[in-house]
């Protein structure tokens, strides 16, 4: 069965604390791999898209990696606006369909 | 260039009560979905559209029904609302297995 897991639940950071969210999956083959950033009362916003293991992906203070396995998404030197909900979502070969993880739930203290 | 609408924004419904939440996009994308997101459940597909003329089933899609109306437009009925179906409702396009756009959601308490 298709699954994507992601932890920890829940972040606490202190500003400038650098850390890293997992994100790992299983499904038959992997047509792509994608981070989101959901704000409280929003939709999700689109961050990445990771093709294939090995593949790195940056924007600012995030990064996002790929194994055949897993993704992280590393957040370098956090600040306060960084908090949010990151969702990660995988897509099978031969579908459509997103397969998404419940999220971690990040909160950088000032 | 609006991206994806929703509306309404926030909706009560007395169980057994009916409605269509309305989606459209302006991205010219094929394909569009909707989700459910619950706490501690993250998001659930419901019904999506691959392209206008089709429809498929999600994960989670009984007592619910959809209609692409066209390249822009996926609206999503519910045809007797019971509170289970309480949640946050989203809709999302894409350019097929691309990078899917999401709207800004639709709030649904049924009493």
């Known amino acids: 069965e298709d699954q994507v897991t992601q932890s920890p639940e829940a972040l606490r950071l202190q500003e400038g604390e650098s850390s890293s969210l997992n994100c790992s999956y299983t499904v038959s083959g992997l047509r792509g791999l994608f981070w989101y950033r959901q704000d409280p009362g929003k939709g999700p916003e689109f961050l990445f898209t990771l093709y294939s293991a090995g593949e790195e992906k940056e924007k600012e203070r995030l990064k996002a990696t790929l194994t055949k396995k897993e993704s992280f998404l590393h957040i370098t030197a956090p600040k306060p606006e960084d908090s949010a909900t990151y969702l990660c979502?995988?897509?099978?070969?031969?579908?459509?369909?997103?397969?998404f993880g419940t999220g971690t739930r990040l909160k950088v203290l000032a | 260039n609006a991206g994806v609408t929703q509306t309404p924004k926030f909706q009560v419904l007395k169980t057994g009560q009916s409605m269509t939440l309305q989606c459209a996009q302006d991205m010219n994308h094929n394909s569009m979905y909707w989700y459910r997101q619950d706490p501690g459940m993250g998001l659930r597909l419901i019904y999506y559209?691959?392209?206008?003329?089709?429809?498929d089933k999600g994960e989670v899609p009984n007592g619910y029904n959809v209609s692409r109306l066209n390249k822009r437009e996926f609206s999503l009925r519910l045809e007797s609302a019971a509170p289970s179906q309480t949640s946050v409702y989203f809709c999302?396009?894409?350019?097929?297995?691309?990078?899917?756009?999401f709207g800004p959601g639709t709030r649904l308490l049924v009493l």
């Open positions: 559209s691959a392209s206008e003329g089709t429809t």
């Open positions: 999302a396009s894409s350019s097929g297995a691309e990078t899917q756009y």
């Open positions: 979502a995988a897509v099978p070969s031969g579908t459509y369909k997103y397969i």
